[in-house]
Structures are given as structure tokens and as C-alpha cells.
């Protein structure tokens, strides 16, 4: 059983950064894959990037590769998603997920899911 919480969303404008974190109970997480993944409203829920669990591999939307990077740090049991360039279309809710499938987009291969932080871009 893996337990996540995200942090790190709040209220910027466009053009600027946010780094967001997610923080894992228990002790396997290492041997996870992490994703994150983001829900405007109105809108279906969306990947947004993935990482290996050791943190070699990466993958990312094609809407938001170049500007955001994805990272973790087993020791904490923690992984980030730096945003950077950030646009009013990046608003939404985003979500971290762990799963033990590798390094994918689809929602269905992962098995733990947080509650999710609010990213505001305004213009």
C-alpha cells in the first residue's frame, strides 16, 4: 500500500514556475513507477509525465515536454514535477500516481492515486 500527497500548487502567472512534490508512504516505493497527471475543468483527466523507479527514464506530454521535468529522490521518498514557462492552459488539478508497470501513460496502470493540488496559470 502506497500513500500519496501532493504539494507545491498555488497561484502563478504566466510565464513563471512552480515546483510541485509528491510524498510517498511506505517502503516500497522505490519500486515504483511515479506519473503525474492533471484535470482542467471540464475536461478529462490527462498524463502529464512519468519516471522510472530509479529515475533514468522519463516520459512527457507532448504539450508540456521542454518545459516541465519530472525528478524524484528515493532517500525522501519524493518525487517533483519542476513546471517552467508556464501557460493559463496548464491550469488544472494535478495528480500523482505510483504504479508498478513502468513508465506509461495510461491511467489504468497505476494503482495509488493522490488527492490532488490546484495549479492556477493566470495571463
Known amino acids: 500500500q502506497v500513500q500519496l500527497v501532493e504539494s507545491g500548487g498555488g497561484l502563478v502567472q504566466a510565464g513563471g514556475s512552480l515546483r510541485l512534490s509528491c510524498a510517498a508512504s511506505?517502503?516500497?516505493?522505490?519500486?515504483?513507477?511515479m506519473g503525474w497527471f492533471r484535470q482542467a475543468p471540464g475536461k478529462e483527466r490527462e498524463f502529464v509525465a512519468a519516471?522510472?523507479?530509479?529515475?533514468?527514464?522519463?516520459y512527457y506530454a507532448d504539450s508540456v515536454r521542454g518545459r516541465f521535468t519530472s525528478s524524484r529522490d528515493n532517500a525522501k521518498n519524493t518525487v517533483y514535477l519542476q513546471m517552467n514557462s508556464l501557460k493559463p492552459e496548464d491550469t488544472a488539478v494535478y495528480y500523482c500516481?505510483?504504479?508498478?508497470?513502468?513508465?506509461?501513460?495510461?491511467?489504468?496502470?497505476?494503482?495509488?492515486w493522490g488527492q490532488g493540488t490546484q495549479v492556477t496559470v493566470s495571463s
Open positions: 511506505g517502503h516500497t516505493f522505490s519500486s515504483y513507477a
Open positions: 519516471i522510472s523507479w530509479g529515475g533514468r527514464s522519463t
Open positions: 500516481a505510483a504504479g508498478s508497470r513502468g513508465v506509461v501513460a495510461a491511467q489504468g496502470r497505476y494503482d495509488y
